[in-house]
């Protein structure tokens, strides 16, 4: 399996992005998705997860009502709507891929993608 996070960049508080995750190599719908951050000196967390279908999701309380995960199985690609940024929002997004049910913790997740950079400036 490989995983391509794309589609970070630098903004200011109060604007979006909408990073995208491609999926390769294995049977796209058998994979729950999730993405994770990172900023500098903490730990790796989670942000949001959906499920095979797409019909349920799973948010951490830091970005409910902000953020959007939904993915695209035509596509193999899962993206992540960020609105209403904020400069605590900055870190490193990555995507991850566990097998059959969504998980919310790293540890449970089989395969990884690269990240990409999220820049919110005040």
């Known amino acids: 399996v490989q995983l391509q996070a794309s589609g970070g960049g630098l903004v200011q508080a109060g604007e979006s992005l909408r990073p995208s995750c491609a999926f390769s190599?294995?049977?796209?719908?058998?994979?729950?998705i999730g993405w994770f951050r990172q900023a500098p000196g903490n730990e790796r967390e989670s942000v949001a997860a959906?499920?095979?279908?797409?019909?349920?999701?799973y948010y951490a309380d830091s970005v409910k009502g902000r953020f959007a995960i939904s993915r695209d199985n035509a596509k193999n690609t899962v993206y992540l709507q960020m609105n209403s940024l904020k400069p605590e929002d900055t870190a490193v997004y990555y995507c991850?891929?566990?097998?059959?049910?969504?998980?919310?913790?790293?540890?449970?997740?089989?395969?990884w993608g690269q990240g990409t950079l999220v820049t919110v400036s005040s």
């Open positions: 959906i499920n095979r279908s797409g019909g349920y999701t």
């Open positions: 190599g294995r049977t796209f719908n058998n994979y729950a």
């Open positions: 991850a891929a566990a097998y059959l049910d969504i998980r919310i913790k790293a540890v449970d997740y089989d395969y």
